[in-house]
């Protein structure tokens, strides 16, 4: 990749968690500042949940959520201390948060604050009503948008995520997502992969999420954006505090327009970089956008070899 030229940031969401995520990075001052700053907000040892679980315990969205933000903000912080900035930034669900705290609409411990809300509310949710995730692959999404349409699902499962042309993800009640699952696969969905995460997350299952949630956004500190953030429940560059407020607001239930943000990401920039564990969103940018170069940077040997 060719840094003098234009490029976008992404930042990944929950389900790419595990112990000892970031762990190569141990040493670099930005890095350890940062964890130790998230410690520190929190209340509780956050930043050795990341490096040594259990994974039961980081698994819990109350755990997950503040990790990964914590986590993108510290790749964040080293990121920028060797790179030029980026034409624009984006982030999965939580991911999101990430992103704003990189574009400077939030400071790290407003997002922190934000984001414990956010996974305590969820946890309870997904306490209150069981629910799952599936991702549902290179299937014709007429066939699947439909079969979520009609009455036994209706209103039960969800589209969740639209992350790719190859790549659509439900969500929803358990049985009813079991049920539609069987449902595709009687008409012709082959590959349907249950997700792991604790709930069923932008549905209407987290309802009961909604309102605390939107009390905290609406009292918290934003700014307006110092490059533009690619927001999750249109797919649109944005840039002005209270556009973000209300889009972060509607972002819980509604579903993450990765698809769309892919395709404005890259009239931004034609390279993009996935700063978080594993390698989650640079696949499916590309899968929207071929022509786009990507590349994922989840440890501290991947970042030397880019510089």
């Not at 790549?167 to 009640?173: A, C, D, I, K, T």
């Not at 690619?230 to 002005?240: M, S």
């Amino acid at each position: 990749m060719d840094l003098t030229q234009p490029y976008a940031l992404v930042f990944t969401g929950q389900g790419a968690q595990s112990p000892g995520m970031g762990n190569t990075f141990q040493g670099l001052t930005a890095y350890e500042q940062t964890l130790a700053q998230a410690d520190a907000c929190l209340g509780y040892p956050l930043s050795h949940i990341m490096n040594h679980g259990p994974v039961e315990t980081l698994m819990r969205t109350e755990h997950a959520q503040p990790a990964l933000l914590a986590l993108g903000v510290a790749l964040w912080r080293v990121w920028q201390n060797n790179a030029p900035t980026p034409a624009a930034v984006a982030g999965h669900s939580l991911g999101e948060y990430t992103a704003l705290v990189a574009a400077e609409v939030l400071n790290f411990e407003t997002a922190l604050n934000l984001v414990k809300l956010r996974s305590q509310l969820m946890q309870q949710a997904c306490e209150a009503q069981p629910g799952g995730m599936a991702a549902v692959l290179k299937a014709d999404r007429e066939v699947v948008l439909n079969t979520c349409a009609e009455a036994p699902f209706i209103g039960k499962v969800v589209l969740g995520n639209d992350n790719s042309p190859d790549q659509l993800v439900l969500s929803g009640e358990t049985s009813a997502l079991q049920q539609l699952l069987h449902e595709l696969k009687i008409r012709g969905v082959r590959r349907a992969i249950p997700l792991k995460v604790s709930g069923a997350f932008h549905s209407p299952l987290m309802a009961t999420a909604h309102p605390a949630l939107a009390e905290a956004l609406a009292q918290a500190p934003f700014q307006d954006a110092r490059f533009p953030v690619i927001t999750n429940v249109d797919g649109l560059a944005t840039q002005t505090a209270e556009a973000f407020r209300d889009k972060l607001t509607r972002q819980l239930l509604a579903p993450v327009q990765w698809r769309q943000s892919a395709l404005t990401l890259s009239t931004h920039a034609h390279q993009i970089i996935e700063l978080g564990p594993g390698k989650v969103l640079a696949p499916l940018v590309q899968q929207s956008v071929p022509s786009t170069q990507v590349l994922t940077i989840s440890t501290r040997a991947e970042l030397e070899s880019l510089r």
